[in-house]
């Protein structure tokens, strides 16, 4: 599976921003998408978590009620919506895919990555 994300972009503090997760390859609709962010200096970190096959969603928690994620597996994409953007919110956003199906939130049990796309929320 390749994973390309995009739609990140600079926004003010409130703004929004829809980010998108292209993938090629068979067997999209079987894989658990995650999304996970990583600012300068710091760790990568999960946002949100869409399972397969339930099609449950998992979020951190400060995201939660802000970001959404969902899936169109008739065009291989997985998307994260992002509204009330806050500065603590930029950073580098990536796309990846899980085979498994068990919940995780570290990035090291994510098989496929995406190239990252770039978020910066101004004050």
């Known amino acids: 599976v390749q994973l390309q994300a995009s739609g990140g972009g600079l926004v003010q503090a409130g703004g929004s921003l829809r980010l998108s997760c292209a993938a090629s390859?068979?067997?999209?609709?079987?894989?658990?998408m995650g999304w996970f962010r990583q600012a300068p200096g710091k760790e990568r970190e999960f946002v949100a978590r869409?399972?397969?096959?339930?099609?449950?969603?998992y979020y951190k928690d400060s995201v939660k009620g802000r970001f959404t994620i969902s899936r169109d597996n008739a065009k291989n994409t997985v998307y994260l919506q992002m509204n009330n953007l806050k500065p603590e919110d930029t950073a580098v956003y990536y796309c990846?895919?899980?085979?498994?199906?068990?919940?995780?939130?570290?990035?090291?049990?994510?098989?496929?990555w995406g190239q990252g796309t770039q978020v910066t929320v101004s004050s």
């Open positions: 990846a895919a899980d085979q498994g199906t068990i919940v995780t939130m570290h990035h090291l049990d994510y098989d496929y």
């Open positions: 390859g068979r067997s999209f609709s079987r894989y658990s």
């Open positions: 869409i399972n397969w096959p339930s099609g449950s969603t």
